[in-house]
């Protein structure tokens, strides 16, 4: 999104569900904020903000702790109820940085989930309930994921009276405060996070709201068209 | 005791809520029922006392129902040399849990350790203060670095930072037990502190935080309730001026709901800066009889 770049990529790996829900797969989001970035960034010095980064990624896309309202189905993950799941890993890696990092990370999540393939995975019939069960990782067949239900997050930066939406680092510099609003295809919001220390007026966070609503539409129509167009292209080849 | 650490998988956990037990269906429509009989816009009992730790600028200990916070605040201090002229105060906050805070021992991991202790049940308010020096040194505590930096943004608006040029002040909570809602009360017990410190606060710093379990909005929920919710809403506001500091919301939530939870989160916010504003005064007209 402008002059702020940034890489993200999906790996999977056949993994024990977590014992609280053994029906779901995993996922897990980190951001890595490289120093090709940010001289700052070197070391422990982008650290922070990658914890925060992640963090609101993980709340925007992962939903609540039953699974509910999850931008990805974790259902879905699920190979053997209880014993075989795949977990996923969602990594970013921020090579640019010009403003507004959480927009453009979300979106080029969006965008990779939707060109993953999950291989299909077939499991040995007469394993026994204890013991772990056979798998079979097809190199053949892929799933594919399933993206209409990923949220994309529009950041509203409120410098002195306005707010204004995708800021570069030049006007975040002057900002008093951010809220991060993740809105899904359906128009519900997935996830919030209010940045920055300036207090905020309930009434204009409401507001916010309604605005992030309206600009999320245009985006996710634009970004569904050009992953369309993206993976056209692929075939092609 | 050594010979014990076997294949045992997880420590003894007396509550029932374990992982076996499925989500009760919450049929949409139907309302639920709080474990602890509590109605569904209804806060827990606070229990704040400020003083708890003699040796600290400041501190507060706060409990609300099984969820016990002990935040100490030391400074204002001199900054460090590594750090950079500023002319407004630094903030700099820790939240730790101890490895007793949760069911299972550790936040994360399940591991068999024969020092377990199960402390927590047998805590009471005034044991516990005299107590915590033993169990800092008996158990390590586990950091946790984004409830640190969500509470260092819950706060930062709030203090007047250029009142305290070129120095730092640190805020380090522990939880002592974790019984759900942990951050909104580690927010308000650490403002509790500042307080206590002397530290020129726009305002006190009150926090709620609200559950979504199906159609039902539930205020300040407990570990069980956190753990079938699906949508969370916390907020940390400034009761007198009106202003939002933080806010986080998880799940999927539609518009009306959102003004809903936080038209009820606000009031409670209001509600819980009253309670802590009378422990103020409480704590500063005692010695003075």
């Known amino acids: 999104m402008g002059a702020t770049d ?156 306005h707010y204004i939406v995708d800021a570069t680092a030049e006007e975040e510099s002057q900002m008093s405060s951010a809220v991060s609003i993740s809105v899904n295809r359906q128009g519900r919001i997935c996830g919030l996070t209010k940045r920055g220390g300036a207090g905020l007026d309930p009434s204009i966070i409401l507001d916010m709201i309604s605005v992030a609503k309206h600009v999320s539409e245009q985006l996710i129509d634009k970004l569904d068209s050009e992953i369309a167009a993206a993976e056209a292209c692929d075939e092609e080849l | 005791m050594a010979g014990k650490i076997s294949n045992t998988p997880a420590t003894y956990t007396p509550s029932p809520t374990s992982q076996n037990k499925k989500r009760p269906s919450i049929v949409t429509g139907s309302d639920w029922v709080r474990p602890d009989g509590r109605g569904l816009h209804q806060c827990r009992p606070a229990f704040l006392r400020t003083g708890a730790v003699n040796s600290a600028s400041g501190s507060a200990y706060a409990e609300f129902g099984n969820t016990k916070v002990i935040v100490s605040v030391f400074g204002p201090r001199e900054s460090k040399k590594a750090m950079m002229y500023s002319d407004i105060g630094r903030l700099n906050c820790n939240v730790s849990y101890t490895s007793f805070a949760t069911p299972i021992r550790g936040q994360v991991h399940e591991s068999f350790d024969p020092y377990t202790l199960k402390l927590c049940s047998y805590f009471s308010p005034s044991t516990v203060i005299f107590c915590i020096n033993l169990m800092l040194l008996v158990c390590q505590a586990s950091d946790s670095k984004d409830l640190s930096s969500m509470l260092h943004k819950a706060l930062e608006g709030a203090i007047i930072l250029e009142s305290f040029p070129k120095t730092t002040v640190d805020v ?118």
């Not at chain 1, 097809?138 to 239900?149: M, P, V």
């Not at chain 2, 500091?245 to 809903?260: A, D, F, L, N, R």
Request: hydrophobic share 40%; glycine share 8%; net charge negative.
């Open chain 2, 172 to 289: 380090f909570a522990l939880v002592l037990e974790s019984g759900g809602s942990d951050l909104p009360v580690v927010i308000s017990c650490a403002s509790l502190a500042l307080s206590d410190a002397g530290i020129r606060l726009y305002d006190i710093v009150a926090s709620v935080s609200m559950s979504c379990l199906g159609m039902n909005l539930v205020i300040d929920p407990v570990s069980e309730e956190e753990s079938y919710q699906d949508g969370n809403l916390m907020i940390t506001c400034m009761p007198s001026r009106n202003e939002v500091t933080q806010m986080t919301v998880t799940g999927e939530w539609s518009t009306p709901k959102i003004h809903e939870a936080m038209q009820i989160c606000l009031d409670a916010c209001t509600k819980l800066g009253m309670i802590m504003r009378s422990c103020l005064k409480e704590a500063v007209s005692a010695p003075e009889e």
């Open chain 1, 6 to 161: 940034v890489i993200a990529s999906v790996k999977a790996e056949l993994g024990k569900p977590n014992a609280s829900h053994p029906d779901k797969g995993r996922v897990s989001i980190y951001v890595d904020c490289s120093p090709t970035a940010e001289p700052t960034f070197e070391g422990r010095g982008g650290e922070e903000l990658s914890i925060e980064l992640s963090t609101a990624l993980q709340r925007c896309l992962l939903g609540g702790k039953s699974g509910a309202g999850a931008g990805i189905d974790l259902s879905s993950l699920s190979i053997v109820e209880g014993k075989v799941c795949w977990d996923i890993y969602i990594d970013g890696l921020v090579v640019s940085s010009d403003g507004n990092l959480l927009d453009a990370l979300g979106a080029a999540i969006k965008a990779a989930l939707s060109n993953t393939a999950i291989p299909k995975v077939e499991v040995a019939a007469n394993a026994s309930s204890d013991e772990q069960p056979e798998v079979d990782v097809s190199d053949e067949e892929f799933l594919q994921f399933d993206t209409t239900g990923i949220p994309v997050i529009i950041t509203l930066t409120k410098v002195g009276r």
